[in-house]
């Protein structure tokens, strides 16, 4: 696109083309270091028997239908997000654009909103005893402190000594404070979600009220007072 100006010539602009196509080279395992928690969530996740979470699926092998999400997979991509001291699927599915882990878990695929949240209320108590299990093992291996994660909602930490876990807690009291963790994230993701959801209420009330007034405004204009509506001809 050209534009002149007065006697000079026409200024150059960088040309800009939305519809071209572009490959571009992704190396998936190096999005994240060897030592990343996202790798070792997923290792661990590999210990946990989560076949009941698929009971219910319909979507079989041989069978028409779409495929589904891997149950180990959500799992973790929902321990790896408490770690992050997120708590919202929607928050999750924003992150997976960018977020190293995220794209890594689910090898730079995304995960809607929907599914994440359908696979956390579906299967809620047996999910939260599962995700307490699982973070008391991430605070064994010195990856995570509960503590932390219950009062400022972050942070990964170093790897700590291995023996310090039995050391300063039992493991009955870690479970205990590992489902307030769980119960804190959910309660913070359902408020979040409900001050979502009112700000959207919110937003289509404003635009049905423009709706109204504009349909208001175009009849008035189209109908001229005693004319129109079968005044005098």
Same mark, same amino acid.
């Given at each position: 696109?050209?534009?002149?100006? @007065?006697?000079?010539?026409? =200024?150059?602009?960088? /040309?800009?083309?939305?519809?071209?196509?572009? $490959?571009?080279?992704? #190396?998936?395992?190096?999005?994240?270091?060897?030592?990343?928690?996202?790798?070792?969530? $997923?290792?661990? /996740?590999?210990?946990?028997?989560?076949?009941?979470?698929?009971?219910?699926?319909?979507?079989?092998?041989?069978?028409?239908? !779409?495929?589904?999400?891997?149950?180990?997979?959500?799992? /973790?991509? $929902?321990?790896?997000?408490?770690?992050?001291? =997120?708590?919202?699927?929607? +928050?999750?599915?924003?992150?997976?654009?960018?977020?190293? @882990?995220?794209? $890594?878990?689910?090898?730079?695929?995304?995960?809607?909103?929907?599914?994440?949240?359908?696979?956390? =209320?579906?299967?809620? *108590?047996?999910?939260? #005893?599962?995700?307490?299990?699982?973070?008391?093992?991430?605070?064994?291996?010195?990856?995570?402190?509960?503590?932390?994660?219950?009062?400022?909602?972050?942070?990964?930490?170093?790897?700590?000594? /291995?023996?310090?876990?039995?050391?300063?807690?039992?493991? *009955?009291?870690?479970?205990?404070?590992?489902?307030? =963790?769980?119960?804190?994230?959910? !309660?913070?993701?359902?408020?979040?979600?409900?001050?979502? #959801?009112? !700000?959207?209420?919110?937003?289509?009330?404003?635009?049905?009220?423009?709706?109204?007034?504009?349909? +208001? #405004? @175009?009849?008035?204009?189209?109908?001229?007072?005693?004319? @129109?509506?079968?005044?005098?001809?």
């Amino acid at each position: 696109m050209e534009r002149t100006n @007065g006697t000079q010539g026409a =200024v150059k602009y960088i /040309s800009l083309d939305r519809k071209q196509l572009r $490959w571009e080279a992704l #190396d998936l395992e190096r999005l994240i270091p060897e030592d990343h928690s996202a790798r070792m969530i $997923w290792e661990v /996740s590999e210990r946990f028997d989560v076949s009941r979470f698929e009971e219910a699926q319909k979507t079989r092998e041989g069978n028409a239908g !779409r495929p589904c999400w891997p149950a180990r997979l959500l799992v /973790s991509v $929902w321990v790896y997000s408490y770690t992050m001291g =997120v708590a919202s699927a929607r +928050a999750i599915e924003r992150m997976m654009r960018h977020e190293p @882990g995220l794209r $890594w878990l689910a090898a730079d695929e995304r995960i809607n909103y929907h599914t994440l949240a359908s696979f956390r =209320v579906g299967h809620k *108590e047996a999910l939260e #005893d599962l995700l307490a299990q699982f973070l008391v093992l991430l605070e064994a291996a010195g990856m995570v402190d509960l503590s932390t994660l219950l009062h400022d909602g972050t942070k990964v930490r170093a790897v700590a000594g /291995s023996g310090s876990f039995h050391r300063r807690k039992t493991l *009955e009291k870690k479970l205990r404070q590992a489902r307030k =963790v769980v119960h804190e994230f959910d !309660r913070q993701a359902a408020a979040e979600d409900e001050a979502m #959801d009112e !700000r959207r209420r919110a937003a289509q009330a404003r635009a049905g009220e423009r709706s109204a007034g504009s349909s +208001a #405004d @175009g009849a008035a204009e189209t109908t001229p007072t005693g004319k @129109g509506l079968g005044g005098s001809r």
